[in-house]
């Protein structure tokens, strides 16, 4: 499956497990790949700005829209830690997702100042101060 029809198939949900009203903005955050928490300032935004039209978007969005849960949780203790065990998840794979590119980054700044010297050094001794300075302390 390629990536375009891995995206394809994505779907938007409002989300049940991360939910403080209705769920809309989670399943927006996640649907866009965006930070819940900017993705709720920027709700809360809207209805300060906005409050009819906002309000009557966001009771549409938890009417229209389905919802899903990734797992089906009996009690809020459950919920919880289903939530951390999401979470501890995500940040064991952020890791070493950083460190790969963290690496490729420094390679690049390494040689990035290595070109650099060299080009400096290569200017020196092929410039005419060097000469002088050569035939200076040959004296």
Same mark, same amino acid.
């Given at each position: 499956?390629?990536?375009?029809? *891995?995206?394809?198939?994505?779907?938007?949900?409002?989300?049940?497990?991360? +939910?403080?009203?209705?769920?809309?903005? *989670?399943?927006?955050? !996640?649907?866009?790949?965006?930070?819940?928490?900017?993705?709720?300032?920027?709700?809360?935004?809207?209805?300060?700005? +906005?409050?009819?039209?906002?309000?009557? +978007?966001?009771?549409? +969005?938890?009417?229209?829209?389905?919802?899903?849960?990734?797992?089906?949780?009996?009690?809020?203790? !459950?919920?919880?830690?289903?939530?951390?065990?999401?979470?501890?998840?995500?940040?064991?794979? *952020?890791?070493?997702? !950083?460190?790969?590119?963290?690496?490729?980054?420094?390679?690049?700044?390494?040689?990035?100042?290595?070109? !650099?010297?060299?080009?400096?050094?290569?200017?020196?001794?092929?410039?005419?101060?060097?000469?002088?300075?050569?035939?200076?302390?040959?004296?």
């Amino acid at each position: 499956m390629t990536t375009m029809n *891995a995206e394809s198939d994505r779907r938007f949900y409002r989300d049940r497990d991360r +939910a403080v009203l209705g769920g809309v903005c *989670a399943g927006l955050a !996640e649907y866009l790949g965006f930070n819940l928490k900017v993705t709720r300032i920027l709700a809360f935004i809207a209805f300060l700005c +906005a409050m009819p039209i906002a309000i009557i +978007a966001y009771l549409a +969005a938890v009417f229209l829209i389905p919802s899903t849960s990734r797992g089906d949780y009996s009690t809020p203790a !459950e919920k919880r830690s289903g939530r951390r065990r999401r979470r501890k998840s995500k940040q064991e794979k *952020a890791p070493a997702q !950083e460190s790969e590119s963290s690496v490729a980054d420094d390679i690049n700044r390494r040689c990035a100042s290595l070109d !650099e010297r060299l080009r400096l050094l290569e200017k020196h001794v092929t410039s005419k101060r060097f000469q002088l300075d050569q035939e200076l302390s040959r004296l």
